[in-house]
């Protein structure tokens, strides 16, 4: 047996043995014996020196599918939050919609009779539906608004980020900002146009085409992101599509994100002033998921796990991030 | 260049504290061992890193469970050993895992043209070697009838490894055409499986 096992490793059988090595794979009696010989392998594997073979995007993947293993468990401690904070989100969407103002000049006030403002502060984010049936998904620190009349062209003007999964119905869809545009017919996508922040787009379903303001047009196709810098350059890459978009469940994913990066999105979601101290930290990996924690369990997180020494001002709303 | 046992009484430490990091060094030390042993095992390495990934995985679920060196090592060895063997088990009507797992374990000089007779080609293989020189005759039977793998046969012969790949080599070639010669040309399928 022990010889025959050998051949088997080494791939020297011959016919009749490589028979007799499947009649040990498969036949259930044999299989304290073919797990003696397993484990005689494995401690021999142990000893020996290996090629030091690495794969850190396997070792990524894990700690990916451990964050969201973790995030099971966190919403179902978290399902009244969740309840609160629907029912919150419904209240703050009927204090912040609103025809805007009180124009003097009557050019603007036909404006003002047609267009829709939708604005979201620090700290609150919301969702709603257009006159098209499409759906909107309003992130903290952002602001939408589109002609009342959205029928023979939908056309929106965003500033901040928002997730939209657009209904098809024959008419192109807009959306602009102050980036560039982007154009899609009936499809779902995320966009970041924050003014301290590169243009994001990232598509999930569907086929986008986007146009920056030198005029250059870039068509995306679902599974990709595009970036424009600040030199106004293109960027294209594949993603994981829900890293971007899980805001809009009320989800925070991070995947080893320089902290810095992190910090700019607590700042909108939470509505503080975050200060880092020491370039190392800003650059600092971070690999988490936040989900309808209130901003102290965050820190409490965030302490647990990386080094990190914080001080938070609950008045001024200031959080001050040493590290150890 | 193992791991000390008190290194893994280290990391079951931090991995029960819900140190990611302890997990990352695990993987740093473990991976490419249980790579190696799988790849011998499965013969073909497509779903290697899919199993080792759930392996990896467990460790972190299930580290509650884990309280000292022997319990690690046999949870490591236990969760792949599972994963491999439900793999190699479950494919027993994919002809393409059927194909490239014969090909891997059967010795190449089985592995020709066309199918034939196995006990033919096996009386004709064993005349042949006769015939082969001494010292190669000595290695290739160390490597067929005794199992050995060509690092043993080295180390038994006290030459070096890249000798007895080439002797193998150059053996397999004068089998190969000296069965051509006789007009024996097989290749040798074997879906026997149960």
Redesign the interface.
């Known amino acids: 047996m022990e010889k025959l096992f050998r051949k088997y490793l080494n791939g020297t059988c011959n016919p009749d043995e490589f028979n007799e090595v499947l009649n040990l794979l498969y036949t259930k009696e044999n299989n304290d014996k073919l797990s003696s010989l397993l484990d005689k392998y494995w401690k021999e594997v142990l000893l020996e020196n290996t090629d030091e073979r690495q794969n850190s995007q396997l070792l990524d993947n894990i700690h990916y599918r451990i964050v969201l293993d973790e995030s099971n468990i966190y919403s179902k401690r978290f399902t009244l939050a969740k309840n609160l904070l629907k029912i919150a989100a419904i209240l703050i969407v009927g204090l912040i919609i609103s025809t805007v103002s009180i124009y003097n000049h009557s050019k603007t006030r036909i404006y003002s009779d047609v267009l829709e403002n939708i604005k979201t502060p620090y700290g609150a984010k919301t969702s709603f539906k257009l006159p098209d049936g499409s759906d909107v998904w309003l992130n903290s620190a952002s602001a939408l608004s589109y002609q009342k009349q959205f029928d023979k062209i939908r056309e929106v003007e965003l500033s901040g980020q928002a997730f939209f999964n657009v209904i098809k119905n024959g008419k192109p869809f807009i959306v602009k900002t102050r980036y560039g545009n982007i154009e899609v017919s009936g499809t779902s996508f995320d966009v970041k146009a924050f003014n301290d922040d590169d243009f994001e787009t990232t598509l999930v379903e569907g086929i986008v085409k986007i146009r920056n303001i030198k005029n250059q047009v870039v068509t995306l196709k679902s599974g990709q992101q595009s970036i424009i810098n600040h030199k106004n350059e293109f960027e294209i890459r594949d993603v994981k599509t829900d890293l971007f978009t899980s805001w809009k469940d009320g989800k925070l994913i991070f995947i080893n994100e320089p902290f810095q990066k992190v910090a700019k999105q607590l700042e909108k979601w939470y509505n503080v002033k975050i200060e880092i101290q020491g370039e190392k930290l800003k650059k600092l990996g971070y690999t988490g998921k936040i989900e309808m924690e209130t901003f102290s369990e965050v820190l409490d997180l965030i302490n647990v796990t990386t080094p990190i020494k914080y001080k938070f001002d609950k008045t001024t709303r200031i959080l001050k991030i040493y590290g150890q | ?2 791991i000390s046992t008190n290194k893994i009484e280290e990391l079951i430490r931090r991995l029960k504290n ?1 140190d ?1 990091s302890a ?2 060094e695990i ?2 030390y473990y ?3 249980l ?3 799988s790849k ?2 499965l ?1 073909v390495e497509d779903e290697i ?1 899919d199993i ?2 759930d392996v ?2 467990k460790i ?2 299930h580290r509650s469970k884990i309280n000292n060196p022997e319990t690690f ?1 046999s949870f490591i ?1 236990t969760i792949t ?1 599972n994963s491999l ?1 439900n793999l ?2 479950s494919n ?1 009507n994919n002809q393409a895992f059927k194909e490239e797992f ?1 090909k ?4 190449s000089e ?1 592995v020709t043209q066309n199918p034939f007779e ?1 006990e033919e080609i ?1 009386t004709a293989i064993d005349k042949i070697v006769a015939k082969l020189p001494e010292k190669r005759q000595k290695v290739f039977l160390l ?2 009838n ?5 690092k043993e046969i080295a180390q038994k012969l006290n030459i070096s490894e890249k000798t007895v790949e080439d002797h193998i080599t150059h053996a397999i070639r004068f089998l190969k055409e000296s069965l051509s010669d006789i007009g024996i040309l097989s290749l ?1 399928y ?1 879906y ?3």
């Open positions: 260049m193992s819900n990611k997990l990352n993987f740093r991976y490419p061992r790579y190696n042993f011998k095992i013969k890193d080792l990934q990896f995985l972190w679920l090592n060895f050993k063997l190699i088990r027993i014969s891997r374990t059967i010795a089985y196995f096996k490597s067929r005794d199992g050995l793998s060509n040798l074997f026997l499986f149960l």
